[in-house]
């Protein structure tokens, strides 16, 4: 089923503040920029990661903080206000054997797109445990993102803990180090996979402390956590230990499944974007912003900011041509200049 005779200019398929960002700079560029928000779904709902956070408080701009649904929400409107369309559906297949490129949605629909901007972000991994997805849902003191939510006033003076052995459970262990009374790093294994630099760091911290050979089964607390079940992994026996925060750091998944061996990624996943300071990736007329290309930095601003070079990348890259189907006759002589403020 094709949605309509009609080729787009640029295509964004994904939510979070790259998404938004995109369309804002796309859609004040005169681009009218359609947007996949992606379908609500058990694991990720329209808007991403930050629909799961409750206080943001390093996002610039917010003296006082805000509520990552409100951010997100407000990024959407600001997006319509410039007369963004937005479909509530997942993009499932991006087909580049033609210009335009066709993508395909989860309901079927086909829509073709001289450029196609990714920034369908990563999602943090979980234990999987019922009651973690609970009180993270809930912000019941549970987190996948201790720099997002680490300082706030909840966590200060407790007993924290961290799951994970990389450099992630590392930084995150030293960061919370700074308001807990101690941090607990719980790991399953006896030696850690974090480089050797970011272990003595956390092993030298006087308020960080591990717990090897151990899992983490369950996790207490009716509407905030306040502890943990947990199982030593060499003897099998079983004990509780009381925290006031539980974090998880052990590892990210990017959302590009439906991109595989379309364009090129990293053996984790993430897209590549060879160009140094571009969200070019491999493939003409694709661009990719925020975590989906980005497993360094990860915040929501700096998504925000590739998300803006995204489309002024998108814009320019059309302005020259790009994307034109072989009938294409006008094409712009100079890029046409970016819509600042
Ligand atoms: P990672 O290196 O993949 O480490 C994930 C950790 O979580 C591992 O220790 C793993 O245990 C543990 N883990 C995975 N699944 C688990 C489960 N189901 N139950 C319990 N433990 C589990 O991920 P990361 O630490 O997020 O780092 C990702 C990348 O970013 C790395 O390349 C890292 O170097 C980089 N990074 C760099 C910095 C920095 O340089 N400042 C900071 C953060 C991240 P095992 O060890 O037993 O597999």
New binding site residues.
Partial sequence: MSNNDRTEDVVIIGSGPAGWTAAIYAARARLEPLVFEGAPSREMIPGGQLMFTTEVENYPGFPEGVDGQTLMLDMRAQAERFDTRIITEDIVEVDTSTRPFLLRSSEGQEVRARTVIVATGARA?W??LENEQRLAQSGGGVSACAVCDGALPAFRDQVLAV??????????AVYLSKFASEVVI????D?????PI?AERALDNPKIRVEWNT??TDVLGDDFVTGLRLQDTVTGEEREMEVGGFFL????TPNTAFLKDVVEMDD?GYIVTPTPWRTETTVEGIFAAGDVMD??YRQAVTAAGTGCMAALEAERYLAHGGGASPSAAEVPAEPVAAAES
């Fill in positions: 991994n234990l999987g799951v994970g052995g990389g450099d992630s459970a590392m930084e995150e719980i790991h399953r294994r030696t850690f996979r974090a480089s970011m899992i983490v750091a052990i590892g990210h984790t497993s360094y």
